[in-house]
């Protein structure tokens, strides 16, 4: 990780004086990363790549804004999520007409059911509770991390993410364990 | 949950995401491994997160990828400010130029004034103490040449007179020798003729 930053603090320095091959770089180091949680925050793949194309473009015109290299990652979440509420702001009202409810996979999951299970989960949670656990359990960053890039402070992350973590426990637990309970038979 | 520790009872769900230090872990183990109600939190919220780990990334459907454009390129002089030694100069020279606009320039007349006197009275003294060493060293220079050209005459004079008189005495003693020598003649009468 300590390696990684080292090289994307090249490359940064490299792209702000006009290097758009390291640029480019930095982008396939990153692209899957903020594609995926671009692809959970907003459920589908078109609007997930043409947010995550912008946000690389967007990154690209204000590098030389960025203070500290070391913080890329979490800028570069910042700018993935204003990007995606800009849009999900815009599609409200259709998506308010359809409230997205679990999905019962009663009974024994296999390992695709389970994962289908997880998503159906993750679709329940709101937007806020959803991005928290996006960017705690599939991005791995801290408390302050998130907060930096919610804009919000470490209290309320917390908050986010303990309820949203409740949710997702009172869903999945008990299909896990129906799965666990049918795989012994 | 019916947790005896209640409200104090450790964060399991921090610890699940690992946010707790060294410290904090040690004691949601400690505590869990003695409350039956906390190994059951603790256990439904690994298996939600052990759940929730079976959702794979997805591949993109394409790659991302820019080519040059000559827009968003630094140009020229923004390349040059990007460079720290240029940059630093650039703020050294603007530093200086400001500190040229924005310092006091007119200084109090009186202190000016005084500087001009003193700097005036100083060159005064400098000019007058340079003519006067002139002076005294002309003055002395030909002093004594005029020591020296007096005494070479005086010299020359000396000479001559002492040669002068050294002629005389030499003829008056000849002169006297002849008369001596004929008064003997003439006294004896011999070779006197």
């Not at chain 2, 019916?2 to 949601?28: I, T």
């Not at chain 2, 002089?77 to 720290?84: E, G, I, S, T, V």
Request: glycine letters at 4%; charged letters at 30%; a neutral charge.
């Amino acid at each position: 990780m300590i390696f990684r930053e080292v090289e994307d603090r090249d490359l940064i320095a490299k792209a702000r004086q006009g290097d758009v091959e390291a640029y480019n770089l930095l982008v396939s180091r990153w692209e899957k990363r903020i594609f995926n949680y671009l692809l959970r925050l907003v459920s589908n793949r078109e609007d997930a790549l043409d947010i995550s194309q912008e946000t690389f473009l967007k990154a690209y015109q204000n590098l030389r804004k960025l203070d500290d290299p070391a913080r890329f990652s979490a800028w570069l979440f910042r700018i993935a999520h204003n990007e995606a509420f800009s849009l999900l702001r815009r599609r409200k009202p259709e998506s308010e007409l359809s409230e997205p409810r679990p999905r019962d996979f009663g009974g024994r999951m296999l390992p695709m059911e389970l994962s289908l299970a997880v998503e159906s989960a993750l679709n329940v949670l709101s937007e806020d509770q959803r991005e928290a656990v996006l960017l705690k359990v599939y991005q791995g960053f801290k408390f302050d991390e998130m907060a930096e890039i919610l804009e919000i402070p470490v209290s309320t992350v917390k908050s986010r993410l303990y309820t949203a973590l409740d949710l997702l426990k009172a869903t999945l637990a008990p299909a896990v364990f129906r799965k666990d309970a049918g795989g012994a038979l | 949950m019916s947790c005896k520790l209640g409200d104090g009872r450790p964060d399991l769900k921090s610890y699940a995401l690992g946010e707790l230090d060294s410290r904090g872990r040690q004691d949601a183990e400690n505590h869990v491994a003695a409350c039956a109600d906390c190994q059951d939190e603790l256990g439904a919220l690994r298996v939600t997160l052990d759940a929730m780990a079976t959702l794979r990334e997805e591949e993109l459907p394409r790659r991302i990828a820019f080519v040059s454009d000559k827009v968003f390129e630094p140009r020229w002089y923004q390349k040059l400010f990007l460079r720290p030694s240029f940059a630093a100069a650039m703020v050294i020279a603007a530093a200086i130029l400001v500190h040229a606009f924005v310092r006091p320039v007119s200084l109090p007349n009186a202190t000016a004034q005084m500087d001009t006197r003193a700097i005036e009275a100083r060159v005064a003294a400098e000019v007058t103490a340079r003519v006067q060493k002139e002076m005294d060293l002309t003055v002395t220079v030909a002093v004594a040449r005029a020591v020296a050209s007096t005494e070479e005459r005086a010299a020359q004079r000396t000479a001559l007179l002492l040669s002068a008189a050294d002629k005389r005495y030499s003829e008056d003693a000849d002169f006297l020798n002849k008369q001596v020598t004929r008064i003997y003649a003439l006294n004896t009468g011999a070779g006197v003729r």
